[in-house]
């Protein structure tokens, strides 16, 4: 557990330390090569839990080998990207493109109902949140909306120049995007965890009531109420945290994008024994399919890589099962397999983040009132 708790910490020093990319770059593996022993998994954050994978575990990752590469324009399914990578193009400021708003307040946890001071490890007194107003903006009309965990974009105005591009090139719809910081953290007993890991509607909540009324009154803009304009998105524990936002509140969200999402069991409680894990190995087969666009991605050298499913903990296992289970419920889903990457590879979200947001939003309609 401390293993897994020094990787997304580290990750999210990666996020504040403004490197060019949104989070460090590992050395890549053989492009093709398994992962076969636990004191690998044990390295790349996945613990020993549940001791190394079963001949089973082995076939099902092994079905990665059959899927098709990931093109501009692809439908619904699984595919892969890598083991080499490049930055999109849509990150880089250009010339002649309009550039949006960027604006940012902090928020003190001692005024929140939701989050307030909780003395959790980690926990900090004040959480920063950056929003992006395009250019584009027409006051007083409903905006889409992008929400981020982790302020995930934020650094070095990552999705701001992506969504000036793309807006520009009429490529994306006007969105309004919202990148919010956890409360401090990580992992288990953390105030980040309590926040991302736990399985309920409450981080959602929290974000419709205390931050996205602020956002409207500060800066002037209108949010739309519309589900179907509203999109979540989040790595790691942030991505499980964007899907378990629309999963309890598809009033509020249809659009989900989550990079190494953390789809385990990180956060059991009564409920959810088995935390994040249940979203597919109960939640989303036991359940009526919701209105839910889903984009996925993970590293061939994910957290838990060489650790059997039996102990929870295999992000790459979690993923393949979330997919499987999103497809046999008809879900419009896509799970992106990063050759040689790891846990929220830079390199993989450098090249995939415009790609992805253009699949998720390539179906939507806005509504003008």
Known sequence: MKIVKMTCCVAMLCLLAGTSLVFSQDAAPAPNAAPTNAAAGARRGGG???????????AEIATLADIP???????????FVGPTYAPAPEQTPKDGVPKGRVE???????????YPDTGLRGATPTRRVTVYIPSQYVPGA???LIVSADAYGARNNQLPNILDNMIADHRLPAIVAVMIANGGGDGGGSERGLEYDTVSGKNAEFIEAEILPKVEKDYGVKLTRDPDGRMTLGGSSGGSAAFTMAWFHPELYHR?????????NQHPDADYPHGAWEYHEHLIPASPAKPLRVWL??????????TASAGFHNWIIANIRMAEVLKAKGYHYQLIYAKGAGHTDGRAIAQTYPQALEWLWKDYKPVTK
């Open 48 to 58: 020993d839990r549940g001791g190394p994978l079963s001949a089973a575990d082995q």
């Open 69 to 79: 590469a990931w093109t501009p324009g692809a439908g619904d399914g699984s595919y």
């Open 142 to 144: 409903p905006a889409p």
């Open 297 to 306: 991605e993970f590293g061939q050298n994910d957290n838990g890589a060489a």
């Open 256 to 264: 989900v994008l989550t990079y190494s999402g953390t789809y385990v």
């Open 104 to 114: 940012s307040f902090t928020m003190n946890a001692a005024d929140s109902k939701f």
